[in-house]
C-alpha cells in the first residue's frame, strides 16, 4: 500500500480547513508553505485552486489574518496567522475529530471488512 493515500477530494474537503487552522496554530505560514506543511504529514499536494480559496474563506470567516512580507526570494508573500476566533475553532475542531476518530475506528474494528454482510 502506498504511504500517501489518495483520498477524495470530497472527503478531504470536509476536514482541510480543521488541518490548515491546525499548522497556521503552530507558526505563521504563506500559501505555498502550507501545501509544503501539509504534504510533510503525508497529504497530497494541494492545488492553487484548493488552498488559496479555503485560506480566503477561513480569512473571510475571521478565522484566519494575514499580512504582507518581504520575501528573500522576489515578491511580497501574504502569510496567515490564526485570531483568536480561529483558536477556538482550532480547539473545536481537534475536539470533534478526536470523536469522530474513535466512532469510525471502533466501526471499523468491529465489523472486519466490507463485503462480509453481503449476500452473493
Given at each position: 500500500?502506498?504511504?500517501?493515500?489518495?483520498?477524495?477530494?470530497?472527503?478531504?474537503?470536509?476536514?482541510?480547513?480543521?488541518?490548515?487552522?491546525?499548522?497556521?496554530?503552530?507558526?505563521?505560514?504563506?500559501?505555498?508553505?502550507?501545501?509544503?506543511?501539509?504534504?510533510?504529514?503525508?497529504?497530497?499536494?494541494?492545488?492553487?485552486?484548493?488552498?488559496y480559496?479555503?485560506?480566503?474563506?477561513?480569512?473571510?470567516?475571521?478565522l484566519?489574518?494575514?499580512?504582507?512580507?518581504?520575501?528573500?526570494?522576489?515578491?511580497?508573500?501574504?502569510?496567515?496567522?490564526?485570531?483568536?476566533?480561529?483558536?477556538?475553532?482550532?480547539?473545536?475542531?481537534?475536539?470533534?475529530?478526536?470523536?469522530?476518530?474513535?466512532?469510525?475506528?471502533?466501526?471499523?474494528e468491529?465489523?472486519?471488512?466490507?463485503?462480509?454482510?453481503?449476500?452473493?
Amino acid at each position: 500500500m502506498e504511504s500517501e493515500l489518495k483520498i477524495s477530494s470530497q472527503m478531504l474537503k470536509g476536514i482541510l480547513e480543521g488541518c490548515i487552522l491546525i499548522v497556521i496554530s503552530r507558526e505563521t505560514v504563506y500559501g505555498y508553505e502550507m501545501n509544503k506543511k501539509l504534504q510533510a504529514f503525508g497529504f497530497s499536494p494541494l492545488s492553487e485552486g484548493t488552498i488559496y480559496p479555503l485560506l480566503l474563506k477561513l480569512q473571510n470567516k475571521g478565522l484566519i489574518e494575514s499580512e504582507q512580507r518581504l520575501s528573500p526570494d522576489g515578491p511580497k508573500r501574504k502569510y496567515f496567522s490564526l485570531s483568536d476566533t480561529g483558536q477556538v475553532e482550532c480547539e473545536r475542531f481537534i475536539q470533534q475529530w478526536r470523536i469522530l476518530r474513535h466512532s469510525v475506528d471502533q466501526l471499523i474494528e468491529g465489523g472486519g471488512s466490507c463485503d462480509e454482510g453481503t449476500n452473493s
